[in-house]
T-cell receptor, first 111, second 115 residues
Framework: GDSVTQMEGPVTLSEEAFLTINCTYTATGYPSLFWYVQYPGEGLQLLLKATKADDKGSNKGFEATYRKETTSFHLEKGSVQVSDSAVYFCALKGGSYIPTFGRGTSLIVHP | NAGVTQTPKFRILKIGQSMTLQCAQDMNHNYMYWYRQDPGMGLKLIYYSVGAGITDKGEVPNGYNVSRSTTEDFPLRLELAAPSQTSVYFC??????????????FGSGTRLTVV
């Protein structure tokens, strides 16, 4: 079945550092890929998405490129802020009604 | 434009009690979902619905029940609460099949503790 694997957290960075959170997936066909963010005490919010190979999703300075050859969708940001501290979830939507979520990666940004 | 509204935000139950977690969306989404999130873990799907009158089990349905009498509402019922049901519960909705292009809209969650 479909699966999503994210790097273990927490990821701890200083403000203005470069961020990469790795995400790889297993799925049949051509899934859509998503990154969600969960701020403390809140629900998940869609951060960005990509629906086909080589698409780049971007939002709020975050980017991720759909790489079919490496089955990856790594999240990057050039300069993180304290306000980016949150839990980030990679997800895919394949042929079923149900999305598959990764276990989430906690990001902590220090001033 | 409320999105997905969950009530209550917090609740403490005693073992064996029952309760209903409410979820309502005002976006005319046909698909609705209930997830639970345990500390340090990802999301586990409890139940989902593809439209009014249609529900189906997810990954962890035991101890829960749902109904979908209207497009807007998707309540989750806990019968005979157990400590293992201590968790944060999220309701979500999406448009069309699994929200291919629009993603999922989540509520802010209900934090449930069973003691």
């Amino acid at each position: 079945g479909d699966s999503v694997t994210q790097m273990e957290g927490p990821v701890t960075l200083s403000e203005e550092a470069f961020l990469t959170i790795n995400c790889t997936y297993t799925a049949t066909g051509y899934p859509s890929l998503f990154w969600y963010v969960q701020y403390p005490g809140e629900g998940l919010q869609l951060l960005l998405k990509a629906t086909k190979a080589d698409d780049k999703g971007s939002n709020k300075g975050f980017e991720a490129t759909y790489r079919k050859e490496t089955t990856s969708f790594h999240l990057e940001k050039g300069s993180v802020q304290v306000s980016d501290s949150a839990v980030y979830f990679c997800a895919l939507k394949g042929g079923s009604y149900i999305p598959t979520f990764g276990r989430g990666t906690s990001l902590i940004v220090h001033p | 434009n409320a999105g997905v509204t969950q009530t209550p935000k917090f609740r403490i139950l005693k073992i064996g009690q029952s309760m209903t977690l409410q979820c309502a969306q005002d976006m005319n989404h046909n698909y609705m979902y209930w997830y639970r999130q345990d500390p340090g873990m990802g999301l586990k799907l409890i139940y989902y619905s593809v439209g009014a009158g249609i529900t189906d089990k997810g990954e962890v349905p035991n101890g829960y029940n749902v109904s979908r009498s209207t497009t807007e509402d998707f309540p989750l019922r806990l019968e005979l609460a157990a400590p293992s049901q201590t968790s944060v519960y999220f309701c979500a909705s999406s448009f069309r099949q699994g929200g291919d292009n629009y993603g999922y809209t989540f509520g802010s969650g209900t934090r449930l503790t069973v003691v």
